[in-house]
């Protein structure tokens, strides 16, 4: 916008030292020609065309600006948003899957409740949030060929069957990986708090030059200079569980 203000304003200039030195030929086609010219080029500076935003993919970053670019934005400065997708469908990697009447997990599918942007995002929309039943499902772990490990499943309604089902599968877990999935858990949650910082000083964070920097100022670039299992070897987990998770 600024640059379209300052080139007409070029034109302006020209036009009116053009004209001055032309009038003394042909005065009445000069200022027809010169009216025409001045009018439209005024009318095309005081209403300029508002820009049309196009948006290449439409996953949750771009559905996302999107909508805040229709909300926040003065109708008058924006003509229209275009999403350009290469699917059929909206949504990215955001995704499940339905087999036989089972939903899957395809991509994003948990909003872990500490994605603070994301779950703000859902309630601005009033989205409604299916949280887990934590007795109505069954964990397992699958290495492509056949299940390693699974819990036990009830469809029990009866609160003390379920309370049962959940005791055995906590004993079931500690027989197999120990204190394992604790210290698992630990780890999770330190990760979770360094990409926190993030969301946490606003403020005061500095501008990063650099994704290594970024990674660095949170405490998280050594993740991405080792492998998974080196990690959770030192965060102290049994060999049998790294091997089953670990592909
Ligand atoms: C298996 C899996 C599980 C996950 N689980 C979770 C989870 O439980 N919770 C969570 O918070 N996050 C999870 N994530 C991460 C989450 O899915 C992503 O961080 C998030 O969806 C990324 O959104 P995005 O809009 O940045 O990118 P994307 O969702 O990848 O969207 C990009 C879009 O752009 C389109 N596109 C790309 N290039 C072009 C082009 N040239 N022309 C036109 N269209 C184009 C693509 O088709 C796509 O639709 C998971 C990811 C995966 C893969």
Redesign the pocket.
Known sequence: LPHTTVSSNVWLLSSENMYSKMKITNIPLTILTFSFLLSSTLSSQSEPTPPTVCI????????SVAHFLRTYSNPSHLHQIRI????GV?????ATVSISGETF????????PK?YH?LNYTKLLNLKVNEPSSSSFSLGIWDGHKFLFKTLYSNSKLPFIQQIVSAANSILMFVRYGFSLFKMNNFVEGTVDSFLKYYESFESRPVFESVEEMLKWAGLFNLTTRTLQEELVDAGLSYVLIQELVT
């Open positions: 290449i993919g439409s996953g949750i970053g771009g559905s350009f997708e290469r699917h909206v949504g990215g990697r955001m997990e395809a991509g994003a599918s948990i909003l872990h994605n994301a």
